[in-house]
């Protein structure tokens, strides 16, 4: 449903509100006024969007994007303020069968913003991750880092300390392989 609809339908309903009240229906007046708070709410907080985080929660990566792809017109459906928090849901659901996409999705999300820092962190830590993938190093150190600084509430200490431990691994197996013909001539001048 476009964003504008969402403030018609409000204006209606407090105007039903405000009708019922002057014919002496207080009562009900009111409480349409109040039912008039849904649809404002829901130009803020989209609706797709709470179905897609409250999917998420529940583990249930598949039903959270069927929720995201009812989204079809991201300017019209979206404030600018949910552009980040759609590519960010679209970056972790996509995480899971293509890695690149992903990492373009969360890229996205943190040009146009996340609001809490630990989404940012986890944001950061699946750039760092995609970066590792791609082999350079130095980037992922520094979006390691700064995921860590994100992390303030510590709730992805976990996957950070992994990742490091990954980067190690990574250097261990390049160290052993430098330059094998020296490893080779070794061998027959023996």
């Known amino acids: 449903m476009n964003k504008y609809i969402k403030l018609v339908i409000a204006t209606a309903i407090i105007a039903l509100g405000v009708y019922f009240m002057f014919n002496r229906q207080i009562g009900l007046g009111i409480f349409i006024v109040i039912l008039s708070v849904v649809p404002i709410l829901l130009f ?3 609706e797709y969007i709470l179905l897609a985080f409250w999917k998420l929660r529940k583990q249930d ?3 959270a994007r069927s929720w995201l792809n009812k989204i079809t017109n991201i300017k019209s459906q979206l404030i600018r303020k949910q552009y ?8 972790i659901t996509e995480s899971q069968t293509n890695a ?4 373009s999705y969360m890229k996205t999300a943190l040009e146009y913003g996340l609001s809490f820092k630990h989404d940012r962190a986890l944001a950061t830590l699946n750039l760092a991750a995609g970066a590792m993938m791609r082999g350079n190093k ?9 995921a860590k600084k994100l992390d303030t509430s510590s709730m992805l200490g976990d996957q950070i300390k992994m990742m490091k ?8 197996s390049r160290s052993n392989m430098i330059n094998p013909s ?7 001048m023996k």
């Open 44 to 46: 803020f907080r989209n």
């Open 61 to 63: 990566l598949t039903g």
């Open 84 to 91: 980040g928090y759609y590519n960010y849901l679209m970056g």
């Open 100 to 103: 690149v996409k992903a990492e």
């Open 138 to 146: 130095n980037e992922a150190e520094r979006l390691l880092s700064e």
């Open 165 to 172: 431990e990954q980067m190690k691994r990574v250097n261990v």
């Open 182 to 188: 020296m490893r080779n001539r070794s061998k027959f």
